[in-house]
């Protein structure tokens, strides 16, 4: 095969594995996190794993807005069984709008696809499509942005939801959600000091800095294999963000305290309550989900920390619980994930309106079940990945006012919004972190 040949297998391959992973997402429902990998794993080279992902990570950031567009261009929608021609138009549009392929190449790549898909009658369908939008870019782009769910590509419901919550801010959260997050790191401060650890990078020629509101954090500069930085096989550090590692540090676990963490996997907070405790405290994590059960045995061991660990169901104590009281409960509890849409952007398309319904009661039942299981003067932390008030605010007054014994301790955190309703709220973006809740609550004596 000449290197020509080569090359053009190569380009064609990273666009039809691109249009297979984001079709398992969008038709077949799957995650991102799921599809991404299985997907990634057929390539060998970096630079086409890396283009690749780039390309479907992107697309289903901007489906909203490029499936908009694609309507202002097709004459009449194509029927069920075509997805995969809709689709590739998404993917030939993303490139042309949003990364640096030139026009040309990124429509008869594309249109090269079609060719895979056994689809002739595709190919000036496609070819058509994307040389009029080349030609009306602008016109076409105008006229998709004066609708703000569309301008900032999201569902309808969501765009609402966050207008109503956030009057003055939704706009900044949407835009947040499109942009890329910053990798953040988490040292291990039972075996290396933070200065430490970013003198270990600098050695290494990896710029990173240290994170402006989490005192355990580092950001880096740029991605990277995490596994081959300084420290990692020792457990010198894990990947966190900066808004999840403040859990802990509301927290602040003591040595001989018995805590709860319940829905615990994958562990960052669970190891986190360790490491400040110096392995100390009497950490007990519950996860319902046997498979993620692996991942947090698996950090544990490499952080070379212990805690006991469970699968169970949070809203059913009798299940798991030994009638011994614990001193904290941290209750990162199952939520939307609406704050971390940067990082997982198909949560966008995967959560519905219902499905927000569903998840304030099952926060509600949880919260209900485990105020007995705390100390009389112990404290519970509330937290979500959220940023809809119902899980969040209104969550913690609907609780407040049900239960007498519970009383807010208010928060001091530097960045969040504060509301008339208890809690502080994160938004995503800001000091590089993603969007999350906490709430600390307090168990009379």
Known sequence: MSHATENKQTVLNSRFIALKICLTVIESGR???????????????????????????????????LEAIRAQLLKKKLKDKDEDINQLILIGLYQIL??????????????AVVQKLKKPWAKALVNGVLRNFIRDQQAICDEVDLK???????PQWLFKALRKGYPEEWQEIMQANNEIAPLTLRVNTIQQTREAFLEKLNNVGIQASAHPTAPQGVILENSTDITQLPTY????????????????????????????????????????????????????????????MERLAENLHRLELHAD???????IPDEWWDQ??????????????????????????????????????IQGAILKALWPTLKPGGQLLYATCSVLPQENTLQMQNFIESEPSASVIPLTLETTLTFETPGN?????????????????????
Request: some cysteine; hydrophobic content about 35%; overall charge negative.
């Open 31 to 65: 995650s991102l996190s799921q599809s991404l990998p299985e997907g990634l794993a057929q390539f060998s080279d970096r630079r086409e794993r890396n283009f690749t992902q780039n390309l479907v990570i992107g697309t289903l950031r901007w489906q909203a807005r």
């Open 98 to 111: 949003y990364m640096d392929t030139p026009e040309h190449a990124a429509v008869s790549e594309t249109v």
């Open 425 to 445: 709220q994160y938004l995503p973006g800001r000091s590089g972190m993603d969007g999350f809740f906490y709430c600390l609550l307090q168990k009379s004596l």
């Open 233 to 292: 096989e020792e457990g010198g550090f894990s990947v966190q963000d900066g808004a999840a590692q403040q859990a802990a540090n509301i927290l602040q676990p003591k040595a001989g305290e018995r805590i709860l963490d319940a829905c615990a996997a994958p562990g960052g907070k669970t190891t986190h309550l360790l490491e400040l405790s110096n392995n100390q405290a009497l950490v007990f994590a519950l996860e319902k989900a046997p498979e993620r």
């Open 324 to 361: 011994q009281l614990f001193d904290k409960i941290l209750l990162d509890a199952p939520c939307s994930a609406t704050g971390i849409i940067r990082r997982h952007p198909d949560i966008k398309w995967h959560r519905t309106e219902e499905d927000i319904e569903t998840l304030v009661e």
């Open 148 to 154: 703000p769910a569309q301008k900032y590509s999201h």
């Open 309 to 315: 660990y469970a699968v169970g169901d949070a809203s």
